[in-house]
T-cell receptor, first 111, second 117 residues
Framework: KQEVTQIPAALSVPEGENLVLNCSFT??????LQWFRQDPGKGLTSLLL?????REQTSGRLNASLDKSSGRSTLYIAASQPGDSATYLC??????????FGSGTQLTVLP | GAVVSQHPSWVICKSGTSVKIECRSL??????MFWYRQFPKQSLMLMAT?????????EQGVEKDKFLINHASLTLSTLTVTSAHPEDSSFYIC?????????????FGPGTRLTVT
């Protein structure tokens, strides 16, 4: 059974810092990996989707990498802003074509 | 494109009553829809997967008689929480996927907050 782990569980940084969020998964037989953002009490906003054949995806200040063989993905956020404060979830689309979510990293960017 | 809506966005009901939550794909045909629940400060847990015109497939530990799922059309799925109890209070999120475009990518609705008193 696929298990997804996110480290750290919470992170607080001053505005302007670059930061890295980590995601690891146990079964490397995946179709894709996706990073989401969730604001308190809200639904999910898709940030980046990396297909299994890809190594990274970029969108603005966000860059996500995927190392399928080692079961790891990272989300890099450059020049963080207070508006980036949210919970970041990674999810893996595995052999059952179902998303398995990590427990999330709660990010706080201090002004 | 790929917009999914949920209705209602929040609902409060009394213990013992039933509540229906709708999930609609607004601009695409969703062959598969998924229902998740999320407890406070926890991640999303898949409850069931439904394909249009077929019975839903429930995850282990999810009571199918309590959480009734109907996927009668390619744009609508409903989740009915029957005889709701306070422990059913949660955030319910649906997602929908299409066979066109980026096949199998799931598009998420905004969620429904259910509070059972």
């Amino acid at each position: 059974k696929q298990e997804v782990t996110q480290i750290p569980a919470a992170l607080s940084v001053p505005e302007g810092e670059n930061l890295v969020l980590n995601c690891s998964f146990t079964d490397s037989a995946i179709y894709n990996l996706q990073w989401f953002r969730q604001d308190p009490g809200k639904g999910l906003t898709s940030l980046l989707l990396i297909q299994s054949s890809q190594r990274e995806q970029t969108s603005g200040r966000l860059n996500a990498s995927l190392d399928k063989s080692s079961g790891r993905s990272t989300l890099y956020i450059a020049a963080s802003q207070p508006g980036d404060s949210a919970t970041y979830l990674c999810a893996v689309d595995g052999s059952a074509r179902q998303l398995t979510f990590g427990s999330g990293t709660q990010l706080t960017v201090l002004p | 494109g790929a917009v999914v809506s949920q209705h209602p966005s929040w609902v409060i009901c009394k213990s013992g009553t039933s509540v229906k939550i709708e999930c609609r794909s607004l601009d695409f045909q969703a062959t598969t829809m998924f229902w998740y629940r999320q407890f406070p400060k926890q991640s999303l847990m898949l409850m069931a997967t439904s394909n249009e015109g077929s019975k839903a497939t429930y995850e282990q530990g999810v009571e199918k008689d309590k959480f009734l799922i109907n996927h009668a059309s390619l744009t609508l799925s409903t989740l009915t929480v029957t005889s709701a109890h306070p422990e059913d209070s949660s955030f319910y999120i649906c997602s929908a996927s299409s066979t066109s475009g980026r096949a199998y990518e799931q598009y998420f609705g905004p969620g429904t907050r259910l509070t059972v008193t």
